[in-house]
Each structure stands twice: as C-alpha cells, then as structure tokens.
C-alpha cells in the first residue's frame, strides 16, 4: 500500500500513460499524489513543459477521481531527473510512476536517461510504465 506517490508527466502518450497508472494507484490507496512536470533544464519553452490547460486539466482529473494532490512545475533548471527525485525525497514517497518509451543503445549514450537515473538514485520503489500501442 503507498501513502505518498511521485509522478513525472510530461504531455506526451507515456506522460499520459504514467499519470493514469499512478492516479489509478493514488485512488485505489488512498495516497497524496505529487505530479511533477519540468521542462529541459527548466525551459518554460520546451514542448516537455506542460501549458496551463494541460495543469488545469490534470487538477480537474485528480479532483473528480478525489485524489489528495499537487501539481509541481519547477523551473530551477535542473534535469527533469533531479526535480522528480527531489519532490520524491521531499514528501517521502513510497512510489515513483515513470514513462518510458523504446530508445537505442546509441540514442541512450548521446541523450542520457531520465528513467536510468531515477530507476538508479530513486529512494523508493519505481514503476516505469508504457504507454498503449
């Protein structure tokens, strides 16, 4: 059973894919979800960085399926790696929800691993999810 679960989203099909699995888990605990969205290095500009509707959108979701939340988009310029493993040592999460999606061994070395270094540093158990085909 988890109390408190940290979720990375970002608008895109495994965003999508890891918030419902971790409101679905929210919902069925009882536990406070923390939704946590960034984009590269903090840029407000990235497509990664969800736009006001998207965040209105999610607090609406969370709220009809009555899931204690918040809903966190740091812009301190740190990896999108480094928010959510911060926000899970913060409010000392039980759950880390991530998306994942297929990349190449050679797209993994030049680009690096948000999900390698979270599944690596997390201070919890972490649930990487797909997104459907």
Known sequence: MFARIVVGYIPTAE????????????????AHLTVVNTGRDGNYADPTFASAEDI????LQLANADVAHDVRQPTSGRAAADEILAAATEVEADLVVIGVRRRSPV??????????QILLDAPCAVLAVKARP
């Open 56 to 59: 209105d959108t999610i607090d």
């Open 15 to 30: 965003g999508v894919a890891a918030l419902d699995a971790a409101v679905e888990l929210a919902r069925q605990d009882g």
């Open 107 to 116: 797209g993994k070395l030049v680009t690096g691993s948000t999900a390698q």
